[in-house]
């Protein structure tokens, strides 16, 4: 299981109103006033919150689909050498690995308070992914900034992601399949020797 498997866009108006209750409860009657399974769920890391947990999950899913698309490239051609296809123009991508350019942070503790800085980083960091590759019309966009943070901001950011993962998955699995027909249209050609047919 990748991070990509733990992308949160579930979230709902409830969740958030769970949220305010609890919160709620905590700040007339303090923490003790909670029952063990809603301390639990409270420490737990809600999904009606946004929080360093969040904002982790979403650094570290940036961080692997960069590492995916720039690695993608290497990995094809070693695939290739290793079935004898040779480079040839048909095995481009149709993204630029050069232009993946992100800086993830993926250490946010709970007493961290994001600057407007990081919070630029964490939007433009979605952004340049997004740009990368054609993804499906109604695909989200990231917010200028969290301004108006909401739960459907929230869902859109890892949705995002989700969506970008996806389309990655798609490509790849067209590469490898058009260098093993490749393979197998050169395997076949050499079959067929002189004075055979």
Do not use: C
């Amino acid at each position: 299981m990748s991070v990509m498997d733990t992308l949160v866009f579930d979230r709902t108006a409830s969740d958030v109103q769970r949220v305010k209750t609890l919160k709620s409860q905590i700040m007339t009657n303090g923490f003790s006033s909670l029952s063990a399974a809603e301390r639990t769920e409270y420490l737990a890391g809600m999904k009606g919150a946004y929080n360093y947990t969040d904002m982790n999950r979403v650094g570290q899913a940036v961080a692997f689909l960069a590492g995916r698309l720039t690695a993608l490239p290497g990995e094809l051609e070693t695939y290739r050498a290793s079935i004898g296809v040779g480079e040839d123009e048909i095995f481009n991508l149709p993204y630029d690995p050069d232009q993946v350019s992100v800086d993830p942070k993926t250490n946010w503790t709970v007493s961290d308070i994001p600057t407007e800085s990081q919070i630029r980083t964490y939007l433009a960091n979605i952004s340049n992914l997004r740009s990368i590759l054609t993804l499906p019309s109604g695909t989200p966009s990231p917010p200028a900034n969290l301004n108006a943070m909401s739960y459907t901001v929230a869902n859109n950011l890892e949705r995002i992601l989700w969506v970008i993962y996806q389309a990655f998955l798609e490509v790849e699995a067209e590469e490898y399949d058009l260098i093993n027909r490749a393979a197998l249209d050169h395997w076949l050609a050499g079959e067929v020797y002189a004075g055979e047919i």
